[in-house]
């Protein structure tokens, strides 16, 4: 793929990325009284009592811990992350998730990615502070930068902040992935064009 020749890092998103997951979100939101086509943060931020924001977190992080405990690396993650860098292309991780479920995630799947922005650190995407944060922190230039998710906020997240999105749709075909810039099938597949682009 031509479009990824001349990129200089790889910042991913977790939950269904790099790892699985198995987080209900309409179960979350039916505990929550979360009208089903409203983000569950936004939903949150937006309560006025702090007592029952406070226990509204308090619910996605027991989800967030059950699911962490039981979240195994996508196929072909490992090799891609070797492949990244052999290839010298530095790489982070962008997620919705809280730290605790992230951390627990990355150690139980050896995820050796120092760079990890959860959403206690920057607003949530699609808002592309973190992002852009990332490429500060790198000095590179957002434009430079591809952000790899699974979902329709990552795509937009990755547009906010100037960067190519690639998403992948694990062999499904859902309507927006043709507002991405690139998609692929897996993780094998974004390995392949990554190395592909740095041989010619």
Known sequence: ?????NI????FDLDGTLVESELDFRKIKQQLNCPIDTDILNYIDAMTSIDEQQRA???????????AKNAKALPH???LLTSLQELALPAAIVTRN????????????????????????YPAKPAPDALLAIADQWQISAAELIYVGDYLYDIQAAKNAGMMSVFINHHKQPEYQLQADIIVRDLKELQTAIEASRQG
């Open 1 to 5: 793929m031509e479009k990824l020749a």
């Open 8 to 11: 200089k890092g790889v910042i």
């Open 57 to 67: 977190q308090q619910i996605i992080i027991d989800h967030e811990t059950f699911d």
């Open 77 to 79: 993650m490992h090799s």
């Open 98 to 121: 809280s730290k605790a479920a992230t951390a627990t995630k990355l150690s139980q799947n050896d995820i050796n990615i120092a760079l990890v922005l959860t959403r206690e650190c």
